[in-house]
């Protein structure tokens, strides 16, 4: 009794042991943003350990998109849900930020005492290309799956064009949904057009072939129209009974009044600073810096060369680049400082996730929302192309990093269950090898 208690609890443990065992693995390795963090998941969760298919991936990518906070935390936690329940949420996102906040809290702490930042971009040259041939190999994978038809790749041309003309990313992924929503009534309308016509037609072939035999056709017309008069008395004593559609808002209306007024700097108010830009923070965690200029540099809280500083720590650390709160809480208020910092920003990621991923296969269902899922799917896998090639070119300058890029297709593509820490772990030796030739 006792044995097959045990042997249950740990049976109970294995997800969540699994969890935590392969986000803090990508917590640790995962460079290069949103995009290349997305990408890392898609192999691990999807083609090594199956929990869950290609299509459901592609929407939790395409709800999350249009959430605020970090879209790789937030997906990371749409994974753990999927493994191990509420759980299993809690334990991806903690583990999938703590590396990267345990690294930033070593950098603020010799940023306080020094003054200054490591050397360490010859270590990250090579990393930068070997992301950008991950995430190549995703995209591959989440194309084939989103561009289900003509119409979703012309509407996934037209967001990559629009994204490089300027066009906020938010902006283009409502869009593609509303588009998506409106194709389909169309669609569904012509359809019934030609449900029509077919009928219209057919009834003119009936009345042709009626006219051979005038005195049948009058009978057939009479017992018709009296069929037709009944059958009008009929559907008037049917009462219609339309079912009502619920909209859900998950805009954080109290998270966004938090932040008081008071001009004495306390562990309180840096958490509701940062819970207030966790709770509007849409798009890419760069946007984070904007914010911060506003809240901090303008009130004369933070200088703009320590918030530079803190750009730079986001640019050469893993993980999710808002894990820089952690750092700018620091130069703020030390250790208690940078803790409020960070569950304030990261706080608000854990609710929202909580309260849409339950929704998630509920949309599917829906054939208006199924639409409105696939648009916004093929938006997202434009928005994420349109960042590598923006990656491509930063990173892909010289025939280092041309060599670097073509090794890491090829072992990307080539060896499909190969751990991506590898490939990362690779790009970084090569580069600083390749450095000193």
């Known amino acids: 009794m006792e044995r097959d208690r045990v042997m249950k609890n740990k049976s109970e ?29 898609e192999k691990e969760v999807v083609e090594k350990r199956k929990w869950m298919d290609h299509q459901h991936f592609l929407d939790l990518i395409g709800a999350t998109n249009l959430i605020p906070g970090p879209n790789s935390s937030e997906m990371a936690m749409h994974c753990g849900h999927e493994r191990a329940g509420w759980k299993g949420l809690i334990t991806a996102g903690i583990t999938f930020i703590v590396p990267a906040v345990a690294i930033t809290m070593v950098f603020a702490w010799l940023y306080a005492k020094y003054g200054t930042l ?75 057009n030609r449900s029509v016509n077919k009928n219209v037609k057919e009834n003119s072939h009936v009345k042709s072939k009626a006219k051979e035999n005038t005195e049948i056709i ?27 559609k619920k909209l859900l808002s998950i805009i954080p209306l109290a998270l966004i009044t938090a932040v008081t007024g008071a001009t004495t700097l306390s562990v309180l108010k840096i958490f509701l600073i940062f819970l207030k830009v966790g709770a509007l923070l849409y798009g890419s965690g760069y946007v984070l810096f904007a914010f911060l200029d506003n809240e901090l540099v303008m009130e004369g809280l933070l200088t703009r060369e320590q918030l530079m500083d803190a750009v730079a720590v986001g640019q050469f650390t893993p993980g999710p680049v808002l894990s820089t709160a952690t750092f700018i809480g620091w130069q703020l208020y030390g250790f208690w400082g940078a803790i409020a910092a960070t569950v304030g920003i990261f706080l608000p990621s854990f609710i929202l996730v909580g ?26 896998v434009a928005v994420i192309m349109a960042v590598v090639i923006q990656m491509g070119r930063d990173a892909v300058t010289d025939w280092r990093s041309v060599l670097i890029l073509i090794v890491s297709i090829i072992v990307s593509f080539g060896f499909k269950k190969l751990n991506s820490a590898f490939i990362v772990i690779g790009g970084s030796l090569a580069g600083w090898l390749l450095l000193m030739i």
Do not use: W
């Not at 294995?14 to 890392?40: C, D, N, Q, R």
């Not at 309260?355 to 998630?360: A, E």
């Open 355 to 380: 309260m849409l991923n339950p929704l998630i296969p509920k949309l599917r269902k829906s054939k208006v929302m199924a639409a409105f899922l696939d648009a916004v799917n093929v938006g997202s």
């Open 13 to 41: 443990q294995t997800p969540l042991k699994e969890v935590a065992g392969l986000f803090f693995k990508l917590g640790s390795i995962a460079f290069g943003g949103p995009a290349a963090h997305i990408a890392m998941m």
């Open 218 to 244: 009058i009978g057939k017309e009479a017992e018709a129209q009296k069929q037709t008069e009944e059958n009008k008395e009929e559907k008037l004593k049917i009462k219609d009974n339309p079912k009502g």
């Open 118 to 192: 490591p050397a360490a971009e010859s270590y990250f040259y090579g990393i930068k290309p070997a992301v950008v041939g991950i995430i190549l190999y995703a995209l591959y994978g989440l194309g084939k799956k989103a561009f289900k038809n003509n119409m979703l790749i012309v509407m996934g041309l037209v967001t990559l064009g629009v994204t490089f003309l300027g066009v906020g990313e938010i902006t283009a992924l409502f869009a593609c949904g509303f588009a998506g929503i409106l194709i389909f009534f169309i669609s569904k309308l012509f359809s019934k």
